[in-house]
């Protein structure tokens, strides 16, 4: 069981190397890198090439980690009581299976991902601990113990917003993906435009390494972004002349590659100061 | 196996800790990387380090537990020259007790010291110019024999090795390295003190209490009610000033930074210099290009976030109250202008002075600050800070 990226993802030989350690030593692989770098991707493309399922738990602020192991719904119990609902003295009717739990039953060894962890509260990641460690929970409520029938591999995301405590991260793998350089692009955006005109590519990739280049700029454009461009410029069949006259210095369809206000800004006054001076 | 280098990767403070050098080792005995030095590199930095601040130790720390296998290099190109009871001290260093044994067995140290003199005549004859000669085709005598446990991986794969020896030596992650955690724990607990915790937001929880009395006023009737769950509902904005007059005090501010970091929900830190003007910014580095306008700032942040400025107030009084006072640039409005506008638009706001208040009487920009922050200077001592805090939570 290798992982060595798939038709619609590159891995680099680092990121192999990683999944792969993570995959034979059975550890979280933790994930960061800035965004747009196919954090998220990385898990559905394992998942695709492993050929088994994949199970994603998106955390949001209010996402509490027994919520991934499971929910007991008190409150429907005890209307269900007051109305004399049949099997409302079950307690187990009332547990609802979290994400976790899902992965842990599975009849192959699932892909879990656990998505933007640094979203949650700050004692999130400490409250998984013995999950991730030893792959099994206890349910108060029918004093059940749930174990893994196999352990999943779990990709965790994270964004950079908040510290994740060293206890947690003792228990993962941690691999940081650099932005791509030069290459490993021409590489992704083959794999995504398998036709797009070699000259267009070129001039493409240059404007978009400059505009990166750009200081002060609040997001730089990434990969995706990047991708989403080309799609455009696919799309209107741009021809690489236009890309090539620097003259404008705002790159056609800007608005996928900028994505806000100050930025667009920034960009045409630049554009302003270079007419000028031409 | 492996434990000096596990050893050096503590010595730069990488943390590491045992359970990830069991990794490390387990890793290896799967053969994810073997006898392949950027493998090796990869795979270590996988287990060891767990976040991309500490890839430049990590990385200031793999060259110099590698660095050991050049200067063996730099021996053997003045192994002509030098004293072999120095050189034989300095293997005996670098080879464990088995090692050496093994050395023995296979005919001793002046065996080896015979072949390596042959070998690097061959050497010198063969490339000139400062070649390294180590590991050319992995006949030499560490590679054939076998003797150096770490030395060799290097020689295989020379021109992946090449590749991995710059991605340590760029240190491309420096800028990402913002850990002081010696003596922050004192910081930590003062900080602590600011931490509220306020039920806020959607109802979600199950009042218990409150569901059983209503019910039971309610005639038995169910009459749930909810509580929304408590946060750490504190919010900070922290102005570092940096540069100058500041620099001895950089590695205190540091530690408070790396304190503060983990203790609140939500926190902006930024930089100015001496006194805060129309701007700021957040990367010291790109100070000249990337900065935040202070009006921004004001209409960004609500008025319940805490501000806390860092910085000496030591300057010349003009830099606080004239026009183009500022010693970087030309500022349009006194940076007393500025400070006032953030004391309006914020409801709490406190300045912490690294320098002991004993010395406080004799700056006039300082007693000018303290004025404008209504006296809400405090000293960066742990006594200062709690009470700092005790005002901020107030």
């Known amino acids: 069981m290798k992982f060595q990226g798939t038709k619609e993802y590159v891995a680099t030989r680092e990121l192999q190397m990683a999944v792969n350690a993570a995959i034979t030593l059975q550890r979280p692989l933790l994930i960061k890198g800035e965004p747009g770098t196919g954090k998220t991707m990385l898990a559905e493309q394992l998942a695709e090439s492993l050929g088994t399922e994949l199970i994603q738990w998106h955390i949001k602020s209010t996402t ?19 109305l004399g609902e049949e099997g409302v003295k079950d307690i187990s009717n009332y547990i609802k299976k979290g994400k976790l739990w899902e992965a842990f039953s599975g009849d192959k060894p699932p892909v879990l991902l656990i998505d933007e962890i640094d979203k949650a509260d700050i004692e999130f ?81 240059d404007v978009f390494f400059d505009l990166r280049k750009v200081p002060g700029l609040k997001k730089k454009p990434s990969t995706s972004e990047l991708v989403d461009w080309l799609k455009l410029l696919l799309a209107d069949e741009i021809d690489p002349e236009t890309l090539r006259n620097k003259d404008s210095a705002i790159p056609p369809m800007y608005g ?4 806000n206000e100050q930025d667009t800004e920034l960009l045409q006054k630049l554009a302003f100061m270079s007419r000028r001076k031409g | 196996m492996l434990i000096d280098f596990f050893q050096t990767m503590r010595q730069y403070r990488v943390p590491c800790s045992i359970r990830e050098y069991l990794d490390l080792v387990g890793a290896l005995k799967q053969n994810l990387a073997f006898a392949d030095m950027e493998d090796f590199y ?81 050497q010198e004859k063969r490339h000139r110019g400062g070649n390294r000669m180590i590991g050319t085709g992995g006949t030499s005598p ?26 340590w030596e760029q240190r491309n992650y420096r800028n990402l390295d913002d850990d002081i955690e010696l003596g922050i724990r004192n910081i930590k607990v003062a900080l602590r003190r600011l931490r509220k915790f306020a039920r806020q937001g959607a109802a979600e929880e199950l009042d218990l209490d409150d569901t059983i009395s209503s019910t039971a006023s309610n005639a038995g009737f169910l009459d749930i009610k909810m509580v929304p769950e408590r946060h750490n509902a504190v919010k900070v904005l922290l102005f570092f000033d940096i540069g100058g007059t500041m620099d001895p005090f ?77 010693v970087e640039h030309w500022n349009d409005e006194p940076g007393a202008i ?57």
């Open chain 1, 64 to 82: 509490k980690a027994h919520q991934g192991l499971y929910e007991y719904d008190a409150v429907s119990r005890l209307r269900d009581s007051q």
């Open chain 1, 125 to 205: 990641p400490n409250d998984l601990l013995l999950e991730l460690d030893k792959m099994e929970f206890f349910v108060y409520e029918t004093q059940e113990r749930i174990v893994a029938k196999h352990r999943p591999i779990i990709i965790i995301t994270s964004n950079n917003e908040k510290e994740l405590p060293d206890a947690f991260l003792r228990r993962c793998f941690f691999h940081y993906i650099d932005f791509p350089d030069k290459e490993t692009m021409e590489k992704i955006v083959d794999v995504h435009y398998p036709d797009i005109k070699k000259s267009l590519l070129k001039e493409a990739m």
């Open chain 1, 256 to 259: 996928a590659l900028v994505k």
């Open chain 2, 42 to 122: 990869q795979i270590s930095r996988i287990c060891l380090v767990k976040d991309e601040r500490h890839f430049d130790k990590f990385d200031k720390a793999f060259s110099h537990f590698f660095e050991g296998i050049d200067s063996l290099d730099d021996l053997l190109a003045n192994a002509k020259s030098i004293p072999e009871d120095w050189m034989k001290s300095e293997f005996e260093r670098m080879f464990s007790k088995e090692e050496l044994a093994e050395i023995e067995s296979q005919g001793g140290f002046d065996e080896l010291m015979k072949k390596f003199r042959e070998r690097m005549e061959e």
């Open chain 2, 142 to 167: 560490f590679g054939a024999d076998g003797y150096n446990p770490e030395g060799i991986r290097v020689q295989q794969g020379r021109s992946r090795h090449k590749k991995a020896i710059k991605v």
């Open chain 2, 250 to 326: 950089v590695r205190v501010c540091e530690e408070l930074f790396s304190a503060a970091r983990t203790e609140f929900k939500h926190m902006e830190p930024y930089y100015f210099h001496n006194c805060m003007y129309e701007s700021v910014w957040k990367d010291n580095r790109r100070k000249s290009n990337e900065r935040t306008s202070t009006w921004d700032l004001m209409r960004k942040f609500t008025k319940d976030y805490k501000v806390i400025y860092i910085g000496d107030a030591m300057m010349a009084p003009y830099e606080v109250t004239h026009v183009g006072g500022s």
């Open chain 2, 338 to 394: 500025w400070l006032q506008r953030m004391k309006d638009t914020f409801d709490k706001m406190v300045w912490l002075n690294p320098v002991p208040e004993s010395q406080w009487g004799w700056s006039n920009s300082l007693n000018t600050i303290k004025e404008i922050m209504d006296d809400k200077m405090y000293p960066l001592t742990i006594n200062g800070l709690e009470d700092a805090m005790r005002y901020l939570s107030k």
